[in-house]
Structures are given as C-alpha cells and as structure tokens.
C-alpha cells in the first residue's frame, strides 16, 4: 500500500491528478526520466521533497548515485498497475481510445551480483554460535534467526516466502506421507510469492528433519493450522522482516566475518539451485522446485497441484534428498528442538 501510494503521488506531482482516459506515453516517458535522476542517499530536505524536486537536484548533482534501474521499474510498474486496473474498472469509456502508456517502458536492470555461499563460508556460518550453541540475539527473531537460513540451504526458497509460511502449508502427500512445503498464494493475509511460477511444492529435506524442523512444526501446530510458522518475521509484523534481513547481513559481516558484500541470504538460493543440478539433469523439474521461469515455454507455469501431477511426491523427493553441499559438516548444529531431542545423548 505504501510503495504503491508513493508512487501514484510521484506520478501526481509531476504530472497533476490526471484521469485514466488521459496519461498518453509521453507523460510515462516523462515520469520515467524524472525518477531516474533521483538520488539513491536522500537526507535532510531532500527526504520530504517533490519527484520534480529531486529530479532537479539530481540534474544538477550529476555525480551523485541514483537510484536502481530496478526501483524505477518497481515505481512504474505500480502507476501501470493502478492504471490497468481503471482501464478494465470502467474508468475509460468506450468511445476514448487507449492503450496502456507504459507498455515497454522498463529500464534493463542489471544483472544480479550475488554470489553462492562456497563451502569455507558456509562452515564459517554453520559453526558460528547462532547454529552451535543455539544463542539468539534480539535481531534474530527468535527460531527465525536458525530456521530461515537453513530452509533456505536445503529449499532455495526466498526468505519472504519462509516468513509467509503458516503451519498448514507444511504437510504430507495424501498418497506417500511424504512431508511436503507448500508455498502459495493469500493475499488476503499480506502472503505474496514473487512470479507466478513461485507457486510450488517442495519435499523438506531430510537434514532438516534430522535438525528437528519437523518437531518444530508440531510444536507451532498447537497453535492452530492457521498460526504463522514464523510469527516474529510474518506478514502481519510490518517491518519485522525487513529488520530481520538487515540484521542478517549485519550478522554476516560483524560476527561470522563474510565481507563480501555480494554474499548475502540470497546466496544461499543461488547455492540450493547450483546443488539441484548436480542432482537433477531435468531442467524443467528444476525450475518448478526453485519457483523460476526460464521464459523458454508457457508451459514451465506449473504451480504446486501440478508438480504433484506430473511428478509425483517421489520424484520431488529424490531430487530434493540428493541436494549435499560437500565438505559441509552440520553435525554441531544445534536448534531448539534438536537440542532437546539430543539432550544426554
């Protein structure tokens, strides 16, 4: 709501609160080039300032770091979407030509930097207090500080779907008992997966079993099928999981010693997708149990229901199981359930 209202006030102080029937290409052409002056560091007056007022300081302090190719996208996209809604709400009549102005009017972003956690970082993490001694700091979040990494180690799945989980959607296949991740869609709750082809299923690793991620998952049950997974980092937590990320990286480069700052949580997507494939040559599997489209076929938008028909549980399973990161040693990782479990052993 807020990045959206952003937006449409930008597009408004530069443009005025034009109908729908009226934004031609020129005034998203306009709007593209204004926001692409404005700089990335805004401090002071600069903070309350006007889209004109920044793109003219931006003009005039040419040196000055902009901001990304992808938040100007992010910003047209929202007015486009705003826009697109009225046209097919009625807004336009029928007799008034149009045609969407911001059609083909995103920037080229840069490709993404981040890198894969190699093996030494990843024993570095894993060996760190946090996993160890199962020590959490405030910035932690509780088990979201333990349990968010290691998904995302054996599940390659991004953190904003970690924290939208609720206890239901981690259950087993009706045919084969196999426990399986559910990730969708419910908007209704702030629950949003970032494409269309996010929507999947993927089997829980049986390292993570050993961990006690399934123990963890009866525990939060007693709250209701309906409970958040991770209520501290949930979407009805305004900002918990954008201060939980911030505290992550922190917790990289302060207290783990990874300084390069191109590895991030998401490196340990890059590093589950780099496992799959020395697990799986299906291409096609890969990418529906990572949640990405290749943009080679249509028909690679297959979504959680569907990988189970195609697929089956078992097939799911094998590629997932197979997933290893060689030279990682996990066996002093200890989570809050595991080290009950294991207490006197």
Same mark, same amino acid.
């Given at each position: 709501?807020?990045?959206?209202?952003?937006?449409?006030?930008?597009?408004?102080?530069?443009?005025?609160?034009?109908?729908?029937?009226?934004?031609?290409?020129?005034?998203?052409?306009?709007?593209?080039?204004?926001?692409?002056?404005?700089?990335?560091?805004?401090?002071?007056?600069?903070?309350?300032?006007?889209?004109?007022?920044?793109?003219?300081?931006?003009?005039?302090?040419?040196?000055?770091?902009?901001?990304?190719?992808?938040?100007?996208?992010?910003? &047209?996209?929202? $007015?486009? !979407?705003?826009?697109?809604? +009225?046209?097919? =709400?009625? /807004?336009? %009549?029928?007799?008034? *030509?149009?045609?969407?102005?911001?059609?083909?009017?995103?920037?080229?972003?840069?490709?993404?930097?981040?890198?894969?956690?190699?093996?030494?970082?990843?024993?570095?993490?894993?060996?760190?207090?946090?996993?160890?001694?199962?020590?959490?700091?405030?910035?932690?979040?509780?088990?979201?500080?333990?349990?968010?990494?290691?998904?995302?180690?054996?599940?390659?799945?991004?953190?904003?779907?970690?924290?939208?989980?609720?206890?239901?959607?981690?259950?087993?296949?009706?045919?084969?008992?196999?426990?399986?991740?559910?990730?969708?869609?419910?908007?209704?709750?702030?629950?949003?997966?970032?494409?269309?082809?996010?929507?999947?299923?993927?089997?829980?690793?049986?390292?993570?079993?050993?961990?006690?991620? &399934?123990?963890? $998952?009866? !525990?939060?049950?007693?709250? +209701?099928?309906? =409970?958040? /997974?991770? %209520?501290?980092?949930? *979407?009805?937590?305004?900002?918990?999981?954008?201060?939980?990320?911030?505290?992550?990286?922190?917790?990289?480069?302060?207290?783990?010693?990874?300084?390069?700052?191109?590895?991030?949580?998401?490196?340990?997507?890059?590093?589950?997708?780099?496992?799959?494939?020395?697990?799986?040559?299906?291409?096609?599997?890969?990418?529906?149990?990572?949640?990405?489209?290749?943009?080679?076929?249509?028909?690679?938008?297959?979504?959680?229901?569907?990988?189970?028909?195609?697929?089956?549980?078992?097939?799911?399973?094998?590629?997932?199981?197979?997933?290893?990161?060689?030279?990682?040693?996990?066996?002093?990782?200890?989570?809050?359930?595991?080290?009950?479990?294991?207490?006197?052993?």
């Amino acid at each position: 709501m807020h990045e959206y209202g952003r937006a449409i006030e930008m597009f408004i102080q530069l443009h005025g609160n034009l109908r729908v029937s009226e934004m031609r290409r020129s005034h998203a052409r306009t709007f593209r080039e204004a926001l692409q002056l404005v700089p990335k560091q805004r401090k002071g007056a600069l903070l309350k300032a006007s889209l004109p007022e920044l793109s003219e300081y931006g003009r005039t302090h040419p040196s000055l770091p902009k901001v990304s190719p992808g938040t100007v996208n992010k910003q &047209l996209g929202a $007015v486009q !979407a705003i826009a697109g809604w +009225g046209h097919h =709400a009625g /807004l336009v %009549p029928e007799d008034v *030509p149009w045609s969407d102005p911001f059609s083909e009017m995103r920037l080229e972003e840069e490709q993404s930097e981040r890198e894969p956690f190699d093996a030494r970082d990843l024993q570095t993490i894993f060996n760190a207090p946090l996993f160890t001694e199962d020590k959490l700091p405030i910035g932690a979040k509780g088990d979201a500080g333990t349990w968010l990494p290691l998904l995302a180690l054996f599940a390659g799945a991004r953190q904003a779907e970690y924290a939208g989980l609720r206890v239901s959607d981690i259950r087993e296949d009706e045919e084969t008992g196999i426990p399986l991740m559910w990730f969708t869609r419910d908007t209704k709750a702030g629950r949003r997966l970032k494409t269309k082809t996010s929507e999947r299923v993927v089997p829980v690793h049986p390292q993570l079993a050993r961990l006690g991620f &399934l123990d963890y $998952v009866t !525990a939060q049950r007693k709250q +209701g099928e309906r =409970a958040w /997974l991770f %209520p501290t980092v949930a *979407p009805d937590q305004k900002g918990a999981l954008s201060a939980w990320s911030k505290w992550w990286s922190r917790y990289l480069r302060n207290h783990v010693g990874i300084n390069d700052r191109n590895k991030v949580y998401h490196s340990f997507r890059h590093g589950f997708q780099d496992a799959l494939r020395r697990t799986t040559p299906d291409e096609e599997l890969r990418d529906a149990l990572t949640g990405r489209s290749s943009g080679k076929s249509v028909g690679r938008t297959y979504g959680a229901k569907e990988m189970l028909r195609r697929w089956g549980a078992r097939t799911l399973k094998r590629a997932v199981d197979d997933i290893s990161y060689p030279g990682l040693d996990l066996s002093g990782v200890r989570t809050s359930k595991s080290v009950k479990r294991t207490r006197g052993t």
